[in-house]
């Protein structure tokens, strides 16, 4: 089954060495799990002050910048990863970076047969 890793972090919480430094440690955890045949993506998101929320009310479409709600964490990235079952999946969150200052949202992922390989 594939889990997505949601990472929530406040933006302001790492220096830039610190994030430099949390890019490699992610990048040495993608290549763990890729050898086990788990790993089906990661990247980390720019920062919200470089986001767009679009929404459609009464069929107009509303663009503002930002995130759509304003919260303590901000999406930071995200892994999607196979894995055999919920607990094996929160044992690869436990080992991404930022589930130590941050947190890992674990959310199963649902497979629609119709939607084009990717």
């Known amino acids: ?34 050898a086990n045949g788990q790993y089906l993506a990661a990247n980390p998101l720019h920062s919200v002050s470089m986001a767009t929320s679009v929404r459609v009310r009464e069929g107009k479409r509303l663009v503002t910048d930002g995130p759509f709600a304003e919260t303590r964490e901000q999406l930071g990235g995200y892994f999607l990863i196979e ?9 690869i969150a436990g080992r991404v970076p930022m589930a130590r200052k941050g947190t ?15």
């Open 1 to 34: 089954m594939k889990y997505m890793l949601l990472i929530y972090l406040d933006e302001k919480a790492l220096s830039e060495s610190e994030r430099q430094d949390c890019y490699v440690e992610s990048t040495k955890l993608a290549h763990d799990i890729a």
């Open 83 to 91: 894995a055999n079952n919920l607990d094996q999946a929160i044992e």
């Open 104 to 118: 890992v949202e674990v959310r199963p992922v649902i497979d629609i047969p119709q939607l084009p390989a990717g």
